[in-house]
Nanobody, 125 residues
Framework: QVQLVESGGGLVQAGDSLTLSCAAS????????MAWFRQAPGKEREFVAG????????YYTDSVKDQFTISGDKSKGTLYLQMNRLKPKDTAVYYC??????????????????WGQGTQVTVSS
């Protein structure tokens, strides 16, 4: 299984920017697509942004379009999430995820088989 490690989370003020990083190791050649998810307290884990298996396209949940930018290099096992104009509602644990089985991009968390431990992002008002 692919191992994923996130970093870059922290406590910021509303309007600030933050960049999350994810580093993959072990069997990275098996990765089809990668994505970011987040989970706020008391809520289900939700899709944030993803990169298609070919790495040529990105896709986002509506609430972060024009605010977050996903990038990465699947061949190197790296994934980033640039988050701008952060808001208190963006407070959550952010998870990096990888798919090594489906072979297609997906918004569904159950289609991703490898997960990082998560990094906390807290946005104060």
């Amino acid at each position: 299984q692919v191992q994923l490690v996130e970093s870059g989370g922290g406590l910021v003020q509303a309007g600030d920017s933050l960049t999350l990083s994810c580093a993959a190791s072990r069997h990275t050649n098996r990765i089809y697509s990668m994505a970011w998810f987040r989970q706020a307290p008391g809520k289900e884990r939700e899709f944030v942004a993803g990169i298609t298996p070919g790495g040529t396209a990105t896709y986002y949940t509506d609430s972060v379009k024009d605010q977050f930018t996903i990038s990465g290099d699947k061949s190197k096992g790296t994934l980033y999430l640039q988050m701008n104009r952060l808001k208190p509602k963006d407070t959550a644990v952010y998870y990096c995820a990888a798919d090594t089985r489906l072979g297609a991009y997906s918004y569904n968390r159950y289609d991703y088989d490898s997960w990082g431990q998560g990094t906390q992002v807290t946005v104060s008002s």
